[in-house]
């Protein structure tokens, strides 16, 4: 059984179309990633998944409960952390925690049991009696994941868990996060527009944009469907090199975005001496940087829509100026 399988999910917010046909299977025990910038629709998909909204069409099914006919079934199996901060500053971690048991009926018993265990798993036992005004953002964070899983959900939603966060405190709750998988056996669906973060926690990652999955596969397969290296480089004439560059037959993608050429290649060490010789021994050709490295998932999402995750933020569509396979 599937944690959470999707088919054909949809959401229309009036003309706009914010999810556009999405599909795709989640595994029990899974941390699943829905990568992309603001606004794709990453959210709106979370909302769907967890019956705060209804969908347009489509289909859904959370440890095989229906999310629209079977809500409160749905609702008991899963736990939320959501991108807004959602908890009350002028009550004590320990108070948080409590209250959101007694909201799903837990015993007195059970209460205080759970709520010791998920403290200790999010370090916080020792600020369990400081008021929540007085956390840091990472504490507050860690404290609204403990809360999450106070209920022994099957599926805990993150929505952008580090979002605001400083770089020290986002892999201190990545940390947290894996030990919770681990731990509590749990699925974790993550939302983010941070790389790196997909990268290091997920399993498998679907990259969306404007509601639509473009990609989904682990980490590691993505970026070997760019196939090798990056050469990123700095060439004048751009266009002439451009067109120079394609005709290489070892180059197997390339384009040019914020100015600069990137060349998809294999073993991208014995290519470089090669680019030199062409800058030595071409008149009219001058390269003056460049650079080698491995392939991350930014390069993958400009691969497959022509933008950075940056570009799409900023809305600047026009990064990509030529694509060629």
């Known amino acids: 059984m599937f944690a959470i399988e999707a088919k054909n999910l949809v959401?229309?917010?009036?003309?706009?179309?914010?999810?556009?046909?999405?599909s795709f299977t989640v595994e029990e025990g899974e941390i699943f990633g829905l990568l992309g910038p603001n606004g794709a629709g990453k959210t709106t998909t979370i909302k769907m998944l967890t019956t705060l909204i209804p969908c347009t069409s489509g289909k859904a099914r959370v440890f095989?409960?229906?999310?629209?006919?079977?809500?409160?079934?749905?609702?008991?199996?899963?736990?939320?952390?959501?991108?807004?901060p959602a908890l009350d500053n002028r009550l004590t971690g320990y108070e948080n925690l409590d209250l959101h048991a007694r909201l799903y009926g837990m015993s007195s018993v059970l209460r205080k049991e759970r709520t010791k265990e998920v403290l200790s798993l999010v370090g916080l036992e020792e600020k369990a009696k400081v008021m929540v005004?007085?956390?840091?953002?990472?504490?507050?964070?860690?404290?609204?994941?403990?809360?999450?899983?106070m209920h022994y959900p099957k599926v805990l939603f993150l929505d952008e868990p580090t979002l605001?966060?400083?770089?020290?405190?986002?892999?201190?709750?990545?940390?947290?996060?894996?030990?919770?998988?681990?731990?509590?056996?749990?699925?974790?669906?993550?939302?983010?527009?941070?790389?790196?973060?997909?990268?290091?926690?997920c399993d498998r990652v679907a990259?969306?944009?404007?509601?639509?999955?473009?990609?989904?596969?682990?980490?590691?397969?993505?970026?070997?469907?760019?196939?090798?290296?990056?050469?990123?480089?700095?060439?004048?004439?751009?266009?002439?090199?451009?067109?120079?560059?394609?005709?290489?037959?070892?180059?197997?993608?390339?384009?040019?975005?914020?100015?600069?050429?990137?060349?998809?290649?294999?073993q991208g060490e014995q290519k470089l001496p090669l680019l030199i010789q062409i800058d030595q021994e071409e008149e009219g050709i001058t390269i003056k940087t460049i650079n080698l490295r491995k392939p991350t998932l930014e390069d993958v999402f400009l691969s497959f829509t022509g933008k950075t995750i940056r570009d799409e933020e900023s809305q600047n569509g026009n990064g990509l100026k030529h694509f060629h396979p």
């Open 11 to 22: 959401k229309k917010f009036n003309s706009l179309t914010a999810v556009d046909d999405l």
């Open 64 to 84: 095989n409960y229906d999310i629209l006919k079977q809500k409160g079934k749905v609702r008991d199996s899963i736990g939320i952390v959501f991108q807004e």
């Open 133 to 149: 005004k007085n956390y840091s953002g990472g504490m507050k964070r860690r404290l609204e994941i403990a809360r999450g899983l």
């Open 164 to 201: 605001g966060l400083d770089p020290q405190t986002r892999r201190n709750i990545w940390d947290y996060i894996k030990k919770l998988n681990q731990k509590e056996k749990i699925t974790i669906v993550l939302t983010t527009h941070y790389m790196e973060e997909a990268d290091s926690l």
């Open 207 to 266: 990259i969306i944009d404007f509601g639509k999955i473009v990609a989904l596969d682990t980490p590691k397969m993505l970026k070997n469907l760019l196939g090798g290296d990056v050469i990123t480089l700095e060439a004048f004439p751009q266009e002439e090199a451009f067109e120079m560059f394609k005709k290489l037959p070892w180059v197997k993608k390339i384009k040019i975005h914020n100015e600069f050429l990137h060349l998809m290649v294999e």
